[in-house]
């Protein structure tokens, strides 16, 4: 059975930093396309970051040159290292495998998010 | 940057009634690469239709999908209570690699 299982979510000072962590059981991380995808409150889903089969990463315009995104295949784990956090940045961060074969590039499975709070 | 749009922002129906849904792209989507997920509050997004018209694994058959180039249409046939939630289209394209619609909520009449 695939679960994601997010970690990591915090509340944090503006200009701060976190890392998120997802754990993957059920399947190979580094086999996969892998994305962040987060949710304001309130509001609908935004994606963030993806990394692709062959480690290439891609960043939506709102987080790049802040956060970065990295697997450790020893671990199964997929991370988002967030800096420079602005309130806008709060969401819920939900880790998500994409699928494969006609299901390529949609999202197939979600974890249930970790909530990163961005406040003083 | 592809832009999607989503039609009604709400809707209101009884159980039993027929959902019409739509999701409009500023640029013509890949049909291979457009999806619809269902979200209920306090859960995580679950995909419903990939590919336009794929249904993903265990989703009922009152769910369809269709359409082509920018237009794009999920269909519940026949709502049940569990049906009740938001629906967000999703595509797959460049600069975002990625981009949601801004959802339609399907609420109680």
């Known amino acids: 059975e695939v679960q994601l299982l997010e970690s990591g979510g915090d509340l944090v000072q503006p200009g701060g930093s976190l890392r998120l962590s997802c754990a993957a059981s059920?399947?190979?991380?580094?086999?996969?396309?892998m994305s962040w995808v987060r949710q304001a409150p309130g509001k609908g889903l935004e994606w963030v970051s993806a990394?692709?089969?062959?480690?290439?990463?891609y960043y939506a315009d709102s987080v790049t040159g802040r956060f970065t995104i990295s697997r450790d295949i020893s671990e199964n784990t997929l991370y988002l290292q967030m800096t420079s956090l602005t309130a806008e940045d709060t969401a819920v961060y939900h880790c998500?495998?994409?699928?494969?074969?006609?299901?390529?590039?949609?999202?197939?499975?979600w974890g249930q998010g970790t909530l990163v709070t961005v406040s003083s | 940057e592809i832009v999607l749009t989503q039609s009604p922002g709400t809707l209101s129906l009884s159980p039993g009634e027929r959902a019409t849904l739509s999701c409009r792209a500023s640029?013509?989507?890949?049909?291979?690469?457009l999806a619809w997920y269902q979200q209920k509050p306090g859960q995580a997004p679950r995909l419903l239709i990939y590919?336009?018209?794929s249904r993903a694994t265990g989703i009922p058959d009152r769910f369809s999908g269709s359409g082509s180039g920018t237009d794009f249409t999920l269909t519940i046939s026949r709502l049940e209570p569990e049906d009740f939630a938001v629906y967000y289209c999703q595509q797959f394209g460049r600069s975002p690699l990625f981009t949601f619609g801004p959802g339609t909520k399907v609420d109680i009449k």
């Open positions: 059920g399947f190979t991380v580094s086999r996969y396309g």
């Open positions: 640029q013509r989507v890949d049909s291979r690469y």
């Open positions: 998500v495998r994409e699928g494969r074969g006609a299901a390529d590039n949609q999202f197939d499975y």
């Open positions: 990394v692709g089969t062959v480690d290439d990463t």
């Open positions: 590919a336009t018209s």
